[in-house]
């Protein structure tokens, strides 16, 4: 049997899965991690779980695959697993309808005021303000794209059953049913919301400045169900104080869990805590995936779904 160095958190189901096929080496339950590496790091032929970065890859001498649990991999460092000769997994597509709906879902609880309405009602205010308030709606809006991937179309064929008219950036056009902008401040300027469903690291960090904020407007809407670093959380904060955007829908933060205590008490958003994947169903299959992907290398040298 391989030997699977487990170094950060892995869901239950996932562990007693790979615990059927490997070797597990339970880093994440050490309590002096170095002296758990120095006992066992020649035996380790991979690992899975938490964020990997060039220093233990070079503690791992017969280190060649790296399962990462998510699509996101933005916590591997992939440049330094590839100079290495090591192959890095994710977990892609099973998670695309889990995410899409989320994403519907902090939609429509923004435009429709849920969250407030729902307070409303509970405080037992609803005989005072008689009349429920009335809000925006998602049919008829101009709903933008960044990043028409795998999750990003799974939202687009939610937003076309809610009557939304969709557009896209991203580096490349696809010439596909939706209009693509080559500008994302361009597009900010002419759609009515901005999703946000690209891929972190160094190359779309703050990708959604004070520009793309200011260009989407105080009628406009920014919902981020990507990563944190792609958005400019200060210029954000700035223009929903100031009412230079409506409002935002963010399941990622800059600095997660921890949440700007001025972002927590504005009244124009909806806050989610990095849920976009987290049903019981997608989880699971997400663990799965993982254990498949380490299975099919070892036992083909090709992993089902590598980064490239
Ligand atoms: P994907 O299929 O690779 O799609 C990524 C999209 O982003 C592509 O359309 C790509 O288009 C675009 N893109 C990539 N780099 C870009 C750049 N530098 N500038 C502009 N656009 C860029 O990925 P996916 O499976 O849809 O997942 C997307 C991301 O969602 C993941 O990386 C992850 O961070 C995030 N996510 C979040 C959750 C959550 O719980 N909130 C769950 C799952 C995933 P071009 O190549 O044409 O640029």
Redesign the pocket.
């Known amino acids: 049997m391989k030997n699977i160095l487990i170094a950060g958190g892995l869901p239950q189901d996932c562990l007693q899965l790979m615990d059927q096929h490997f070797n597990l080496f339970r880093m994440d339950q050490a309590d002096d991690k170095d002296a758990f590496l120095a006992k066992h790091a020649t035996e380790i032929d991979g690992v899975s779980g938490g964020a990997i970065g060039a220093e233990l890859m070079d503690k791992l001498p017969n280190l060649k695959i790296i399962a990462n649990f998510?699509?996101?991999?933005?916590n591997i460092d992939v440049a330094a697993a590839k100079a290495r000769n090591i192959i890095v997994t994710n977990t892609?597509?099973r998670?695309?309808a889990?995410?899409a709906e989320?994403t519907l879902g902090l939609m429509i609880a923004l435009a429709r005021r849920i969250p407030k309405n729902h307070e409303m009602v509970r405080n037992g205010h609803w005989p005072s303000v008689k009349r429920a308030p009335l809000t925006g709606q998602l049919a008829g809006a101009k709903l933008g794209i960044?990043?028409?991937?795998?999750?990003?179309?799974a939202i687009a064929k939610r937003a076309e059953a809610c009557d939304m008219d969709i557009s896209?950036?991203?580096?490349?056009d696809?010439h596909n049913l939706y209009r693509y902008f080559d500008d994302?401040t361009q597009m900010a300027s002419h759609v009515n919301w901005l999703v946000i469903?690209?891929?972190?690291g160094a190359?779309?960090d703050k990708?959604v400045n004070a520009d793309v904020i200011d260009a989407l407007g105080p009628e406009g809407f920014l919902v981020n169900?990507?990563?944190g670093s792609i958005v400019d959380e200060a210029a954000l904060i700035a223009a929903l104080e100031q009412g230079k955007l409506g409002g935002a829908a963010l399941?990622?933060f800059e600095n997660e869990p921890h949440v700007p205590d001025t972002l927590r008490n504005l009244p124009n958003v909806v806050l989610s805590p990095?849920?976009?994947?987290?049903t019981h169903v997608t989880r699971q299959q997400m663990g799965a995936q993982v254990v498949d992907n380490l299975i099919a290398y070892f036992d083909t040298g090709q992993p089902l779904d590598p980064v490239t």
């Open positions: 998510g699509v996101g991999y933005d892609p597509n998670l695309n889990a995410v989320l960044l990043g028409l991937g795998r999750i990003g179309k896209y950036f991203g580096r490349t696809q994302l469903i690209a891929p972190g190359e779309t990708l169900i990507a990563r399941d990622v990095h849920a976009g994947s987290a």
